[in-house]
């Protein structure tokens, strides 16, 4: 009885680790929250995680401590989207040429020559 026993306890101690799930919240904002300067020139230079997201974007690590933020010389609508980010819970941002725009950011011209990431 003792190895039926131990037996299942072996396999419920598998199943429930197999279905433990990481889940990480994203903040989805338009790129019109960037300026076309920070998007083709600081974007690339990001000194800490952040992808591109295609010709549409970026994914941008927004659980960034406070030391790193001060010493990379960060543009002032990438600081305020980050306090968003992290007063939101969440540890990622997802620049989208087509996410939503909030009133709290401010807001920048994209021309028709612009392009997504630079």
């Not at 338009?30 to 600081?42: F, G, K, V």
Request: aromatic residues 10%; charged residues 20%; proline residues 6%.
């Amino acid at each position: 009885m003792t190895s039926a026993r131990t037996s299942r306890e072996a396999i419920a101690r598998s199943h429930s680790k197999a279905t433990l799930h990481e889940v990480a919240h994203m903040l989805v904002l338009s790129t019109e929250h960037m300026s076309p300067d920070t998007a083709q020139n600081w974007m690339p230079l990001c000194p800490w995680a952040c992808f591109e997201k295609a010709d549409f974007g970026w994914f941008m690590y927004a659980a960034v401590d406070v030391g790193i933020i001060r010493a990379n010389d960060l543009p002032a609508e990438i600081h305020a989207a980050i306090d968003v980010a992290k007063r939101e819970n969440c540890e990622w941002i997802m620049w989208d040429c087509d996410g939503p725009c909030i009133d709290e950011l401010p807001q920048f011209a994209w021309d028709h020559e612009t392009q997504v990431p630079a």
